[in-house]
C-alpha cells in the first residue's frame, strides 16, 4: 500500500507540473541560500584563518613598547624567556630605517629588521634563494644581510645579488639571500627590507633595546601556561607596568575567530531558512487546494475502503516529495552559486557533507510540518459529503 501511495503521489505531481514547480520554488531558493551563503562564508574564513596560520599559530608575540625608565627589552629578557617550559625558541627583533646603496644606486627609508636564527628555522619560506642567518653569524656578529624582493629589482636589476656588498647605514654587508616575495598588501611584508643578524643591527641602528620577540611554542596546547609565564617575565622586566608590552597569542586568536565565523554561518543559515518557512507555506497552501480538488477522488477511495491513515500518508508523501525535489534542486543550484564566487574571488570551495545534510534534512521536515494539515484535512473527509459532488 505505501509504494501505491508513493506511485500515486508521483503521478500527481507529473500531472500538475507548473503548478508544482512554482510550489517547490521557495524550497529551491531557500536551500540554495543556505548552501551558497555557508559555503562561501567557511572558503572566506577558511582561506582567512590560513592567513592567521601563516603567522604561525605556534607562537606568542610580545611587543615591547617600553616605559619611561626602560625603551625596550634586553637580552637578559630574551634568556629568561628562552628557558621558559615549553618553548622551543625564541627570535627577537630590532628595527629601524635607513638608507641602502649598490654601485651608485640609492634607496632611501628602507626598514632594517634584527633577527636571529630562530625566525629562519621556524618560518616556511622565509628565504626565496640563498640561505637564512645562522647561529655562527649571530655569535660573531657577520655583516651579512638578506634583502627584500623590491630592493633586488630596484638596485640588482639584471644581476645575481648573492655574494654581492651592500651598503647599510654606511656599513658594507654581504648578501645572502633573498627573501620571498609576499602580498604588497599585507601587514607581514618584506619586500622592501634588509634582515641582518640582530647582534649586528645593535651598532648600526644605535639602539641596544629589543622592540619586538616572537615566543615558539613547542605544541600550541600549551598557549595558556606559556603566555602565563611570559607575562611573568615581562612584568618583572617592566616592574610591573601593562603599558610596557603587549602579548598576542595566535592561537587565541585563532579559536576566536573560529568561534565567530561558526555564529555567523549560523546566523547566515537562519537568515535563509526564512525563505524555507515561506516555502513550507507555499506547499501547505498548494496541498489544500488540492484536497479540495480532489475531494471525489478522496470519497471514492473512503467508499472502497480505503482507511484514513492511507489517505494521509498519500497527501503527506506528496508534500515530502515536492520539498525534497526542491531541496535536491537548491543543493545543485547553491552549490554551481557557491562555486562561481569562490572562484571570483580567490576563496576555496568547501562544500562539507554536514551543510549538505542540513539543507536536505531541514527540506524534508518542512515538507512534513506543512504537509501534515492537508493530509489530516484529506484523511478526514466524510465520504458521504465528498461523493455528492459527484
Request: hydrophobic share 45%; net charge neutral; proline share 2%.
Amino acid at each position: 500500500m505505501f509504494k501505491e501511495n508513493m506511485k500515486m503521489a508521483w503521478i500527481n505531481l507529473i500531472h500538475n507540473k507548473m503548478r508544482s514547480f512554482l510550489t517547490i520554488l521557495g524550497i529551491v531558493i531557500g536551500v540554495s541560500s543556505i548552501i551558497a551563503l555557508i559555503t562561501i562564508v567557511k572558503g572566506a574564513t577558511n582561506e582567512m584563518t590560513s592567513e592567521f596560520a601563516t603567522f604561525g599559530a605556534d607562537k606568542i608575540t610580545v611587543t615591547a613598547m617600553g616605559t619611561p625608565l626602560k625603551q625596550g627589552l634586553i637580552q637578559s629578557d630574551i634568556n629568561k624567556l628562552a628557558i621558559i617550559d615549553h618553548v622551543a625558541g625564541v627570535s627577537p627583533t630590532i628595527s629601524g630605517t635607513t638608507s641602502v646603496t649598490y654601485s651608485g644606486n640609492v634607496k632611501t627609508d628602507v626598514s632594517v629588521q634584527g633577527k636571529n636564527e630562530v625566525y629562519f628555522s621556524k618560518t616556511r619560506d622565509a628565504v626565496e634563494r640563498g640561505r637564512g642567518i645562522n647561529s655562527l653569524d649571530i655569535k660573531s656578529k657577520n655583516k651579512v644581510c638578506l634583502i627584500g624582493s623590491n630592493i633586488a629589482k630596484d638596485l640588482f636589476w639584471g644581476i645575481d645579488p648573492i655574494g654581492k656588498k651592500l651598503i647599510i647605514g654606511g656599513i658594507a654587508y654581504n648578501v645572502i639571500g633573498i627573501l620571498q616575495e609576499s602580498n604588497s598588501f599585507s601587514s607581514s611584508s618584506n619586500n622592501d627590507s634588509v634582515i641582518i643578524p640582530y647582534t649586528t643591527s645593535i651598532s648600526l641602528l644605535g639602539t641596544g633595546y629589543i622592540s619586538s620577540v616572537d615566543v615558539y611554542m613547542k605544541d600550541s596546547k600549551d598557549s595558556e601556561k606559556i603566555t602565563r609565564d611570559v607575562e611573568s617575565v615581562l612584568n618583572e622586566a617592566f616592574n610591573y607596568n601593562d603599558d610596557g608590552f603587549s602579548i598576542m597569542n595566535m592561537q587565541d586568536m585563532l579559536s576566536s575567530i573560529n568561534e565567530m565565523t561558526r555564529m555567523l554561518s549560523l546566523m547566515l543559515a537562519g537568515i535563509a531558512s526564512i525563505s524555507l518557512v515561506v516555502g513550507g507555506i507555499g506547499i501547505m497552501n498548494m496541498m489544500l487546494v488540492s484536497v479540495t480538488e480532489r475531494t471525489t477522488e478522496i470519497g471514492l477511495r473512503k467508499a472502497l475502503g480505503a482507511e484514513p491513515r492511507r489517505i494521509q500518508q498519500q497527501f503527506l508523501i506528496e508534500a515530502v516529495f515536492l520539498s525534497v525535489f526542491g531541496g535536491i534542486i537548491g543543493l545543485l543550484l547553491g552549490a554551481l552559486i557557491a562555486f562561481a564566487v569562490c572562484s571570483l574571488i580567490g576563496t576555496s570551495f568547501l562544500l562539507s557533507t554536514s551543510t549538505v545534510l542540513l539543507a536536505l534534512g531541514f527540506s524534508a521536515a518542512i515538507g512534513i510540518i506543512f504537509g501534515i494539515a492537508p493530509a489530516r484535512k484529506a484523511s478526514q473527509l466524510n465520504p458521504i459529503d465528498a461523493l455528492r459532488s459527484i
